[in-house]
């Protein structure tokens, strides 16, 4: 179990050169003026505070390595591992101080410490270990139910630091093939993701956002996000 004085946070608190940002606008009014003049889009005050979020500025980042830096030293829940283990999951167990693997296809019984589990059939099955870390890489988006899968975690695992990997609903491909009538997504995903709902989605289930970045790309268009969150009131 993480404690306070143990902690070093700054290991996850990236640092600039930050990524160019978008074409500036003094005010959301002179971007409500140009897009209005476009003929796109008639910005009024009640749409701004609803629909505009500015992203903040947010680092790019190597996905694996992220996760790997993460694991250095931990005792590490890792869901959705893969079965067979993926590379990944095998590249974390060579740094971790000990990792536990759950995935649904995995078989009832292993000669790994791998698990079967489904978090959206029975999410508080998960191992009941002491963990530093739990890894949710590309997984919320297969759920039916993430927050609920969230907030399991969360009643579950207190105390626990969680990276979720996530990818971009608005990445160049998605864009690229939508724009050709095709949708570029997994079949079994059920959901999309932006840096707006998921971080929302993480706070209305206890968490606290505290770092998090762009992977496979430029950003805002990247292939993905890699949130570093932490139960609220740790």
């Known amino acids: 179990m993480l404690r306070l004085q143990a902690r070093n946070f700054n290991r996850y ?16 009014d002179a971007l409500g003026a140009d ?16 629909q505009l979020h500015k ?32 590379q990944l999951h095998q590249a974390i167990a060579g740094v971790a101080a000990h990792l536990v693997g759950v995935d649904v296809q995995a078989p009832a019984v292993t000669d790994c410490d791998i698990w079967q589990g489904d978090l959206d059939v029975c999410p508080d099955g998960l191992p009941r270990r002491e963990y530093d ?22 009643k579950l695992f207190p105390t626990t630091m969680l990276v979720i990997t996530v990818p971009n609903a608005f990445s160049e491909a998605a864009r690229a093939w939508v724009k050709r009538g095709y949708e570029n997504v997994n079949k079994e995903h059920t959901c999309w993701f932006s840096w707006k ?17 762009w992977y496979g790309g430029p950003a805002y268009v990247a292939e993905g996000l890699v949130f570093i969150v932490i139960p609220k009131g740790v």
């Open 133 to 154: 870390l739990i890894i949710a890489g590309e997984i919320l988006e297969h759920l039916g139910n993430p927050g609920n899968a969230l907030l399991s975690l969360r």
């Open 35 to 50: 897009l209005d003049e476009l003929g796109r889009l008639r910005v009024t005050n009640e749409y701004k505070v609803k």
């Open 55 to 86: 992203i903040p500025d947010a680092m790019l980042v190597d996905r694996a390595t992220v996760l790997l830096e993460a694991s250095q030293g931990k005792r590490v829940l890792h869901l959705g591992c893969g079965w067979p283990p993926s």
């Open 197 to 213: 709902t998921l971080t929302e989605l993480v706070t209305r289930c206890g968490y606290l956002v505290l770092n998090w970045g």
């Open 13 to 28: 608190l990236w640092s600039g050169p930050y990524p160019p940002p978008p074409p500036q606008y003094q005010s959301l």
